[in-house]
């Protein structure tokens, strides 16, 4: 099925809204002032801007299909507190977060940051693609077998949290990390707190320096 608003928005009115999106749309949604759901499906795309609006738990899922990789612009989902990655049985490719304008004010995937905001990656992989590509949530949890890679940024605030079941390979080739507050050692910045499991893996490459290189 698809869906084509042209120009145009796809209001939602007063009380929850739902949209489960499998198939096409190529027009902008705002979802209201209450706490609403959009899941995008493997199979589903969606081309204009989606916006949760004046909720206080709106709630996005973002499917991936195994072997596929889907790209989120800056801004291109707004106002949701509560965000799940690869969430269903099959769902394991790469979502990849774009570059924002100004990552401090505005992130590619932004939640807000309050009090209860959380991003889930339940498998597959999340990309960060450039040194802009950013994310803010209060809790990052990377589960099991799912991996968080690329060279950009995540904001948790002092008192968020990442927490690391999975993997973290930073740099789309090689990388490191920095967390603020710590030496700079890398290109995933987490501004905030940081907690690997014992199933938690980070895996990073690493090569001598010139001087070390000749010794």
Do not use: C
């Amino acid at each position: 099925v698809t869906v084509a608003g042209g120009g145009g928005t796809i209001q939602g009115a007063s009380g929850t809204q739902s949209i489960d999106n499998a198939g096409t749309m190529t027009t902008a949604v705002a979802l209201g002032a209450d706490n609403d759901n959009y899941i995008l499906r493997a199979s589903g795309t969606q081309t204009g801007t989606v916006a949760g609006e004046g909720g206080t738990a709106d709630y996005l899922q973002v499917e991936t299909g195994s072997g596929a990789t889907r790209t989120i612009a800056a801004a291109a989902f707004t106002g949701f507190e509560q965000v799940e990655l690869n969430l269903d049985p099959g769902s394991s490719g790469t979502v990849r977060l774009a570059a924002a304008g100004d990552p401090t004010t505005q992130a590619t995937l932004d939640t807000g940051g309050g009090a209860g905001t959380s991003v889930t990656l339940n498998k597959g992989e999340l990309n960060l693609e450039a040194a802009n590509s950013s994310l803010r949530t209060r809790q990052m949890s990377i589960a099991n077998d799912a991996l968080l890679s690329g060279v950009g940024q995540i904001f948790n605030g002092a008192d968020g949290l990442t927490t690391n079941r999975g993997w973290i390979s930073p740099g789309n080739s090689s990388g490191t990390v920095h967390v603020q507050g710590m030496a700079a050692i890398g290109q995933i910045n987490v501004d905030g707190n940081v907690t690997q499991t014992a199933d938690g893996v980070f895996l990073a490459d690493s090569r001598p320096d010139a001087a070390a290189a000749n010794r």
